[in-house]
């Protein structure tokens, strides 16, 4: 007997889907419902759960929480890794494979290793519970990750194009920014979805650094499941919009990705 | 080995083809002898590779049939037609030896390994590898490669066809003579039916017994490389085959003898033109021209001395025209008179050459 | 490869990412070492104690378990998602448009927040209201896995696999789809069966990515915390306490800061030692 070959993804889809299906679902469910019943889709169609986050500001505060720690962490580890990935592909300098694999090294650090010297280290400096502090320490993982791909982009790029702009006049910085940055505009994409990413799914850290103010979305669920009881629509309701910024990323990326993954770097 | 005939064979890469240009193929009526060397030339996207899938069953045509000497194969997979195919880039199988690459084909048909080591040592002496059999396959250079490749087409002794994709694109200009000639030299050692794609005529020259010339997916000629020069089927032909290609000139045909622009040419034989023609051209090679003391006034527009030869470029009335003169033959200094090899001076409607 | 001018001026290009990184790094680092030699009984009071904490923990049966749980969690789900991703990887299409719709959708998992990923698979698997505890009680299995150390570890290890298999998925396309078509072609007229062109074709080209999938999959694991937290919360008893919710336990927990630092300060090296040994494993096959 011969299996059809699309069935093994059509099959192993459906499996990704079944727990996300569930989430939703619950999430348009009455807290009754849930508990009471055990139905395969809402039978009291509700959409107060959403209602509530939308109206209550401790929810949705989370939720641009985590975009603008987001957003700057991407932000941050894109610019700053751009100039060293550029040094690391074109010259040869003092140290510069130590400190290649020392970068790298951070990627192997666990979060939990660094949970509470992170907290003494920003509140000393005073950035506890801002969103700042989460972007930057996020840096930790990003920025190795960010400076690994993009080498590999910019290796790729001949040299002879950095050579020709010279003779051409173009200043180091003219040349960068005129022509090196929209060479390599997929690689940046490409390393744009991955900071974004793991800067998004990243909950350690971003809990360990904030309390009240800058809290993630992620984190006020958590206080949800645990001091409102069982509010288990809102917190699907709370799941279910977590997925959407990355859906919606995915999307846009969605045929540069294979390209960045051929690269064989995450 | 075998005759392999192509029956009306159409190809079109769409669903539904609608314009002749979506077309890969155009309808194909060919006949490819038993142990002939063939040459498939072309310019680039002409259809070549597309023919050469068809052949080799890796691609099924739209319509129409493929027939090894009886048999039909338009619906028999590649691996049971018996063919062996070497591709533009060298594909060798990393991790494997050299050896264990060229013995692949014969062991995935189950032959046994006595008669598989002699039969793959036995081409390894024919393109002189002896010694590199034991190495790891993925050290090796581009030509090592090809040549790898290569052995694992010739190391069945049972192919009906060997084709050969552009082999040679890849390797450096001093090899690919010395892996060309090695493949005529193999050619008539193994007596195989070769089927030669490329885009350059030295190589498809050098290499055929015949050649077949396409055009935007169809064949324009095939003929011996005698043949393809002396009496070339299309304008296209003509242009693509020599160097500088032959000269195209426009002309009017009065009772059956061509006339450009009021000199009439007596050439050997009369000629009929079709009634749906709209464009007729005299073509003529720059061989076959030379300066005499009457015939076709032009003036001498500029001489390029390329060794044993010189390329004149002359004009009449604004017609560019190229001849090649030995070194010895006198050119005239401003302006001289043209005649034509008139058995070698052939007239074309719309393309197509007439008789 | 590019050749590489010496240029010692790339320094400065470096610089600001030296900085970010060594921020984030050097200082938490240190605050760490220095924890690790120290005791204290608050109020800053600190007493140099130079290796004991190191000894306790090397010599805990705590700890010693939480290793043994960990290192049976990563060798269990990259002996799954592995092979798994490479088969899955194999049975997709090459092109058209079901390949970015499948590509998508097998990136989804990995862009859910960790939390997130806990807290639905809690609510997918809880056996009253979960559709997953439901399925499986209803086909007469009693699976309950916030009593069940069996059941607690097959959701985890589910759990997992579900997240993460579509890294390696997304891994072993990249390398497949990076194969020229003139192998497979030349593989079918060689007449090569399906086993031959995984074996010799394939596989050769999957080795390097799938060196990054493994390492990829090792270190991420091997730091797990998140999910396995929310979802079970290292229970029943501690039956899925890995490493990163022990250390959490006891350093925010009991905050028992001596032991904690020194206990990241092993588990840390022992994360650095084993992709050492790993990469150098695997660099050392493809050379041969």
Redesign the interface.
């Known amino acids: 007997m011969k299996m059809p070959k699309w069935l093994v993804p059509t099959l192993y889809i459906l499996f990704l889907l079944l727990p996300i299906y569930w989430l939703v679902s619950m999430s348009f469910k009455t807290t009754n419902e849930i508990l009471g019943t055990f139905s395969l889709w809402p039978q009291e169609f509700t959409l107060a759960n959403y209602i509530t986050i939308f109206t209550d500001p401790t929810w949705y505060n989370g939720y641009f929480n985590s975009l603008t720690y987001v957003g700057m962490n991407t932000l941050l580890s894109v610019s700053v890794a751009l100039p060293a990935a550029y040094a690391f592909s074109r010259y040869r300098f003092l140290g510069d494979k130590h400190l290649f694999f020392w970068l790298l090294t951070n990627r192997m650090a666990p979060p939990a290793v660094f949970a509470l010297p992170f907290f003494q280290l920003y509140s000393a400096v005073g950035l506890f519970d801002t969103p700042i502090a989460v972007a930057l320490a996020h840096c930790l993982f990003n920025i190795p990750l960010a400076v690994w791909i993009l080498e590999g982009f910019m290796s790729g790029v001949p040299k002879e194009l950095d050579e020709t702009a010279y003779v051409d006049g173009y200043s180091f910085g003219r040349f960068f920014i005129r022509i090196f940055i929209p060479t390599i505009a997929a690689g940046i994409g490409v390393v744009m979805f991955f900071c974004f990413m793991f800067s998004w799914v990243e909950l350690l850290l971003a809990k360990t650094l904030t309390s009240v103010a800058a809290k993630p979305i992620a984190a006020t669920m958590t206080r949800t499941a645990s001091t409102a009881g069982y509010e288990l629509g809102l917190l699907a309701a709370a799941g279910t919009l977590t997925i959407i910024p990355g859906a919606f990323v995915i999307w846009f990326v969605r045929n540069h990705i294979a390209k960045g993954f051929a690269l064989g770097r995450v | 080995m075998a005759k392999i005939t192509l029956d009306q064979v159409r190809h079109s890469y769409l669903d539904h083809p609608e314009s002749p240009d979506d077309w890969a193929l155009k309808e194909l009526d060919v006949v490819w002898s038993d142990g002939g060397a063939y040459a498939l030339l072309g310019p680039s996207g002409c259809g070549k590779t597309t023919l050469l899938n068809v052949i080799s069953g890796l691609l099924q045509p739209s319509h129409g049939r493929v027939l090894f000497d009886d048999r039909d194969v338009t619906n028999v997979p590649s691996e049971h037609r018996e063919i062996a195919q070497v591709f533009q880039f060298p594909v060798v199988y990393d991790t494997m030896t050299v050896f264990d690459n060229r013995a692949f084909p014969l062991r995935n048909r189950g032959i046994p390994e006595a008669q598989v080591k002699s039969r793959v040592e036995e081409i390894a002496r024919m393109l002189d590898l002896e010694a590199a059999l034991g190495n790891r396959a993925s050290g090796l250079t581009a030509d090592g490669k090809q040549k790898i490749s290569l052995g694992r087409g010739l190391v069945r002794s049972d192919v009906n066809v060997i084709m050969f994709d552009e082999p040679l694109t890849v390797i450096d200009p001093h090899l690919k003579w010395q892996l060309r000639s090695k493949l005529k030299e193999l050619q008539q050692e193994v007596g195989a039916t070769m089927i030669y794609v490329t885009h350059d005529q030295t190589e498809a020259l050098t290499f055929a017994d015949k050649v077949v010339v396409m055009l935007e997916g169809q064949v324009v000629q095939i003929g011996t490389p005698e043949e393809l020069f002396d009496k070339p089927g299309h304008t296209f032909v003509g242009h693509f085959i020599g160097s500088p290609g032959m000269n195209l000139l426009p002309c009017e045909i009065i009772d059956g003898f061509p006339s450009f622009l009021g000199h009439k040419l007596d050439i050997a034989q009369a000629v009929d033109v079709p009634a749906d023609a709209t464009r007729m051209e005299i073509g003529v090679r720059p061989e076959f021209l030379h300066f005499d003391s009457k015939g076709l006034p032009v003036d001498i527009v500029r001489v390029d001395d390329v060794g044993r030869y010189r390329i004149v470029e002359v004009s009449h009335k604004s017609h560019a025209i190229k001849l090649v003169t030995p070194e010895n033959v006198p050119i005239p200094e401003d302006k001289g008179h043209l005649a034509f090899d008139l058995t070698k001076t052939h007239v074309y409607a719309d393309g197509w050459i007439i008789n | 490869?590019?050749?590489?001018?010496?240029?010692?001026?790339?320094?400065f290009?470096?610089l600001?990412?030296?900085v970010?990184?060594a921020?984030?790094?050097l200082?938490?680092?240190m605050?760490?070492v220095n924890y690790s030699v120290q005791e204290t009984f608050g109020n800053n009071v600190f007493f140099f104690e130079g290796v004991k904490w190191f000894e306790q923990i090397l010599n805990s049966e705590r700890f010693h378990a939480s290793l043994l749980r960990q290192l049976s969690f990563t060798g269990i789900i990259l002996l799954i998602e592995i092979p798994l991703g490479v088969?899955?990887a194999l049975?997709?299409?090459k092109k058209g448009p079901?390949?970015?719709v499948?590509?998508?959708?097998?990136?989804?998992?990995?862009?859910?927040?960790?939390?997130?990923v806990g807290?639905?698979?809690n609510?997918?698997a809880l056996p009253?209201?979960?559709?997953?505890g439901?399925m499986i009680n209803g086909m007469g299995f009693d699976y309950n896995f916030t009593q069940q150390p069996l059941a607690a570890w097959f959701t985890t290890v589910l759990m997992d696999v579900?997240h993460w298999?579509?890294?390696v998925?997304?891994?072993a396309?990249?390398?497949l789809?990076?194969i020229?078509d003139?192998?497979y072609?030349?593989a079918?007229?060689?007449?090569?069966?399906a086993w031959?062109v995984f074996r010799?074709?394939q596989l050769?080209k999957l080795k390097?990515?799938l060196t990054?999938a493994i390492l990829?999959r090792f270190?991420d694991s091997?730091?797990i915390?998140?999910e396995p937290f929310?979802l079970t919360g290292g229970g029943p008893g501690n039956t899925t306490t890995f490493?990163?919710?022990d250390?959490?336990k006891i350093?925010?927990g009991q905050f028992d800061?001596g032991p904690?630092a020194a206990m990241?300060?092993i588990?840390?090296l022992i994360?650095?030692v084993m992709?050492w040994i790993f990469y150098t494993l695997m660099m050392r096959n493809e050379e041969q």
């Open positions: 490869m590019i050749d590489k001018t010496v240029n010692q001026r790339a320094w290009l470096v600001p990412v030296v970010l990184v921020f984030n790094a200082i938490p680092l605050t760490v088969a899955i049975s997709m299409p079901w390949v970015s499948c590509l998508v959708l097998m990136a989804l998992p990995l862009l859910i927040p960790w939390n997130v807290a639905m698979w609510i997918f009253d209201i979960g559709l997953l439901r579900w298999t579509s890294l998925v997304l891994l396309y990249a390398g789809s990076s020229p003139a192998y072609q030349a079918r007229i060689d007449g090569a069966s031959s010799f074709i050769p390097r990515v990054i990829l270190m091997f730091m915390y998140t929310v490493l990163s919710i250390l959490v350093a925010l800061l904690a990241s300060l588990y840390f994360i650095l992709s």
